[in-house]
């Protein structure tokens, strides 16, 4: 009898925990075409996900998905898989960078000629270079090492959403409740460690008032929970297949809008990362109600006039951000505003009452169209004024003074060789040793106090190959302290023009900038950031001048 009260009372618990189903939808409001769904950061068992690209795609199909885009971690080299169609689902394959700066997700890029790594701003211009599309993954994690730190770096889009980020910081309670209800509803489960990530979405604002940079919910999907420390994909110590692939999936998707796919695997992951890339796509919490159509236009004289249709429930808000601030606001599945003399970049988030978190996440989120202007370009460096004074640290002839640092199984060698007109310094290296040894080869060139009364370091280089070239100045006194630099070489010769006031500290120092004053060498150096163990090359350097 007791055992069945107990039962009861459990029962009754289990109820009232548990979260809505997904709520009914009116028909798509005409002229707006169903959208093309899908999963974007997906984990498998190439890095730490726990399926076969197989598990995944049988995964995605059954939650009515329509692509999935893999981003197992890696350093780009390995080359991506060709878009493939199975189970009609196309797979895309993308890899997961990790940078000194966080992890970014690189789409549409061929494989690397050498690891990209380090700053998270010569990764971006990496996978500039290379034609991707460069997205900060997880900014607003609640783990610091995983959080995006480096604003200022040109990236092309962010996650607005991660559901790995979302549940590292819940509330014991609402964890509690979501694993308890995961075995009756997963996707509304795992919606309830949802909620609106404000400082993400306001750093996301204010980066789309200066470039397009485009907002997705990304799944983050490992299928793995580690046990030891409960929520740690990476733990090795053993993992529970939690939350699964098909429920991930089921949770939220992104939805082109405009996009048609053919049915030839390689054309069409042309036009899912191009969609993404135009920022022609929203995303939608599935688990609240889905799948759903939502339409942003801009008509009339200078696309002044906007209108949002939303496959909506009566009680849906749309809400109209410009430059992030909220301009209109309606009840319902549509939207007008005129937008006259209101240049900005606009967007649209749909809610739905009685939606998990605090503030609630919201249930459909649009990508910025612009008003008034057009999308601005990807930043152009600053233009600085040209350097007016000059101090020659070398052109051509003996490297006096030079000397070799290197690891102890890694070889290096400079030569002078002819140039025109006159000389220049060939630099030889070869990376060998284990991982442990951290090789390295480093050209040292002494300099001496007339550092401190320049703004820069110039000299023109190219190499045998494409490569990166760390630039570091060395104050010996106060145990060696380093700032660097690094910078791309290949075959064309460039002339490299580097401010002391982009270097940052390797390892540790006492100051964020160069301490100019104390600096007593400048070191050219290859090592396993950027460089295979085992790889070799060479390099001409000539005109190396200090600047301002
Ligand atoms: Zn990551
Ligand atoms: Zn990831």
Redesign the pocket.
Known sequence: MRRLAVLAIAAIALFIMMPAGPRALPPPPAGLMPAVRGAM?V?TNRSDGTGSIDDVVRAASAAGLKFVIL?D?GDATRAPDLPDYRDGVLSIDAV?ISTNDG?LVALGMPKSPYPLAGEGRDVVEDIHRLGGFAIA??PGSAKPELQWSDWTAPIDGLEWLNA?SEWRDERPWTLVRALLTYPFRPPQALALLLDRPEAVIRRWDELTQQRRVVGLAAA?AHARVGVRSLGEPYDSAGSLHFPSYASSFREFSIDLSSARLNGDANADGRTVIDAIRDGAFYSTIDALAGPAALGVAASGSGRAHLRVDAQAPGDATITLFRDGMPVASTQGARLDHDASGQPGAYRVEVTLPGSPGTPPVPWMMSNPIYVGREAPKRDTPPQRPAPRTFMTLYDGGEARGWTIEKSAASDAAMEVIGALPGSQLLLRFALSGTSADSPYAAFVMPAGAAVAMYDRLMFSARADRPMRLSVQLRASEGGGERWHRSVYLDQTPRTVDLPFSDFRPRGTTSSALPVLSRVDAILFVIDTVNAKIGSNGQIQIDDIRLAR
Do not use: I, M, Q
Request: proline fraction near 0%.
């Open positions: 950061h984990h981003t971690h997961e992890h993954a997880h790995d983050d």
